[in-house]
Each structure stands twice: as structure tokens, then as C-alpha cells.
């Protein structure tokens, strides 16, 4: 708990969060979305990833999103990101539209840096698509990039993710396993084949054929085509409501190589694949 000591004297409001980036006058280009769950022995190496790997000079929002994690992934943070490393953290009392247990910005102290951090922490653990809506609504940038936070998802390719959306004129640019050159490494066949069913369902019933990988976690997205989109499936697939409600979005895919996590435990459980299913329903009654 090192990160939150003498919180009290730096708590602010949303809107002191938008007065403090309006001074610097860096507001961020761009947003990274990450729920966390028990993902502790990552989370550190994941965000200095990030770090080390992003070119773009623009600024940018790293967005923490933890369901309460009892290993203590966001004290992880805290404590790595704090005042002697050259940051402030600020104890924020509510987001717009969202009521969490409890948040922090974690902002730079110097122009060594060209990101901030923001911190959500939810009480109850409510799913990966709500974790994902949360960090929508807090996000301020007209790009939002959604990850995993166990290392599956390399930032090594978050450079041609935030290039191609900002070139091809894309809405929507996804991270594809499953387009020619991209590849997934360190899954025993029975978890490659849920996955690959899974995907054939979901083209099949809903015409996805310009897709190779509609359950993909890993895409960036024009925060304009969230707007009008009213999320109301479970689980842990968002991209698929993303492609079934929105109508003549223009997408584009890159190839990627999915590496499974070498930390932590994976949150494949019977539950995520009843909420699969009942997420399929729930899209083919809209569709």
C-alpha cells in the first residue's frame, strides 16, 4: 500500500483532472484500456512495455480498470508509479457516469514522460465488457485501444494499430489471429479449437465474411462509433457486439501473434462460455 500513503491532500474531482491537463496542455491522443483481474506478476511489465515500445510523440492515458483484484495489482502500480519515479498521484473522487470504489490519476511530475495513468477500481467484479464500458466513459481521447493485461497482447504492435487507423481511414482497426501471417503460441489444440468454433459461429450467423478474427480483445477504435452503441451482453467478447451494431463501420485487420500468458491464471472458466452463448442469442435477437 507504499503507492497511497498521504493520499488525503491530493484528492481531487474530474473536473480538477481536466483543469490539471488543460494547464500542461497535453490532453491525450489517444486511450489504452486495460481490465485487470489478479493480474499482479504483469501489470508492471505490461505499462513499461507500453512504455519502452510506443514511437508516436503524441500524449496518451493508460487506463487501469481492476475488479478489486485481492492481489494487489493496482497497489503494484502505486507503488512503482509514485512520486520518487517522477509522478503525482492524485486521489480522484468519481468519473463521469461511473461509481467506482475507488480511482487515482497518476500524472507526471516533468515532461520526461508522454503518459498518464488513471486507475479504476470497482468494488464488485462485473465482467470484462462492463471493465471495458467503464474505461470508455472515464477516457477523454478520440481513440480507444482495448488489451489484455497478461502479456498476450504484445505493444510491440501498438504502433501500426494507432499508424493504420490514422492513415487507412479505418473505424475500427483488429488485431487478427487469424489473418494470414498471425499466429497463436502456447495453447494446448483444445483451446485453439473453442477459439476457431467460436469464431466460425460467430461469422456464420452474423455475415462477418470480411473478418478473420470478430473475438479479438486486441483493436483500436474511433470513439465516435461507441457513441450510439448500447452494450447489453455479458462476458468477454466486446469486439463481436462492436462489429454486430454497428452498421457500415470500415474495418481493417493486422496480423498478430497471440503468446499465452506465462503469469497468473487464465480467466477461461465454464461461465465465460455460457455467457458466449447467451451473448450470441442476445445479438442475433438484435441483428
Given at each position: 500500500m507504499?503507492?497511497?500513503?498521504?493520499?488525503?491532500?491530493?484528492?481531487?474531482?474530474?473536473?480538477?483532472?481536466e483543469?490539471?491537463?488543460?494547464?500542461?496542455?497535453?490532453?491525450?491522443?489517444?486511450?489504452?484500456?486495460?481490465p485487470?483481474?489478479?493480474?499482479?506478476?504483469?501489470?508492471?511489465?505490461?505499462i513499461?512495455?507500453?512504455?519502452?515500445?510506443?514511437?508516436?510523440?503524441?500524449?496518451?492515458?493508460?487506463?487501469?480498470?481492476?475488479?478489486?483484484?485481492?492481489?494487489g495489482?493496482?497497489?503494484?502500480?502505486?507503488?512503482?508509479?509514485?512520486?520518487?519515479?517522477?509522478?503525482?498521484?492524485?486521489n480522484?473522487q468519481?468519473?463521469?457516469?461511473?461509481?467506482?470504489?475507488?480511482n487515482?490519476?497518476?500524472?507526471?511530475?516533468?515532461?520526461?514522460?508522454?503518459?498518464?495513468?488513471?486507475?479504476?477500481?470497482?468494488?464488485?467484479?462485473?465482467?470484462?465488457?462492463s471493465?471495458?464500458?467503464?474505461?470508455?466513459s472515464?477516457?477523454?481521447s478520440?481513440?480507444?485501444?482495448i488489451?489484455?493485461?497478461?502479456?498476450?497482447?504484445?505493444?510491440s504492435?501498438?504502433?501500426?494499430?494507432?499508424?493504420?487507423?490514422?492513415?487507412?481511414?479505418?473505424?475500427?482497426?483488429?488485431?487478427s489471429?487469424?489473418?494470414?501471417?498471425?499466429?497463436?503460441?502456447?495453447?494446448?489444440?483444445?483451446?485453439?479449437?473453442y477459439?476457431?468454433?467460436?469464431?466460425?459461429?460467430?461469422?456464420?450467423?452474423?455475415?462477418?465474411?470480411?473478418?478473420?478474427?470478430?473475438m479479438?480483445?486486441?483493436?483500436?477504435?474511433?470513439?465516435?462509433?461507441?457513441?450510439?452503441?448500447?452494450?447489453?451482453?455479458?462476458?468477454?467478447?466486446i469486439?463481436?457486439?462492436?462489429?454486430?451494431?454497428?452498421?457500415?463501420?470500415?474495418?481493417k485487420?493486422?496480423?498478430?501473434?497471440?503468446?499465452?500468458?506465462?503469469?497468473?491464471?487464465?480467466?477461461?472458466?465454464?461461465?465465460?462460455?455460457?455467457?458466449?452463448?447467451?451473448?450470441?442469442?442476445?445479438?442475433?435477437n438484435?441483428?
Open positions: 507504499g503507492g497511497i500513503t498521504g493520499m488525503g491532500k491530493n484528492t481531487i474531482c474530474i473536473k480538477t483532472q483543469k490539471i491537463l488543460k494547464d500542461k496542455n497535453k490532453f491525450p491522443s489517444f486511450s489504452i484500456i486495460i485487470t483481474y489478479n493480474e499482479s506478476l504483469n501489470i508492471i511489465d505490461l513499461d512495455s507500453i512504455k519502452n515500445n510506443i514511437t508516436d510523440s503524441a500524449y496518451y492515458e493508460v487506463i487501469i480498470v481492476d475488479d478489486n483484484s485481492p492481489d495489482t493496482t497497489n503494484k502500480i502505486l507503488d512503482k508509479y509514485n512520486e520518487s519515479n517522477g509522478f503525482t498521484i492524485y480522484i468519481y468519473f463521469n457516469d461511473i461509481h467506482p470504489y475507488k487515482f490519476l497518476i500524472y507526471p511530475s516533468h515532461n520526461s514522460f508522454n503518459f498518464f495513468i488513471k486507475i479504476i477500481i470497482r468494488k464488485d467484479k462485473t465482467g470484462l465488457i471493465a471495458i464500458q467503464d474505461g470508455i472515464s477516457s477523454i478520440d481513440f480507444i485501444i488489451m489484455d493485461a497478461d502479456l498476450s497482447h504484445s505493444p504492435y501498438l504502433n501500426l494499430l494507432i499508424k493504420e487507423i490514422k492513415i487507412s481511414k479505418s473505424d475500427i482497426v483488429i488485431a489471429r487469424y489473418l494470414k501471417n498471425g499466429k497463436i503460441m502456447g495453447w494446448p489444440k483444445k483451446r485453439i479449437f477459439s476457431k468454433a467460436a469464431t466460425f459461429i460467430s461469422k456464420s450467423l452474423f455475415k462477418l465474411n470480411n473478418i478473420t478474427d470478430p479479438s480483445g486486441f483493436f483500436i477504435i474511433k470513439r465516435d462509433i461507441l457513441k450510439n452503441i448500447k452494450f447489453n451482453t455479458s462476458g468477454y467478447k469486439l463481436l457486439e462492436i462489429l454486430v451494431k454497428s452498421k457500415n463501420i470500415k474495418s485487420e493486422i496480423p498478430y501473434t497471440f503468446i499465452n500468458r506465462k503469469n497468473g491464471s487464465s480467466k477461461l472458466s465454464s461461465k465465460v462460455v455460457v455467457d458466449f452463448f447467451k451473448a450470441i442469442i442476445i445479438l442475433y438484435y441483428n
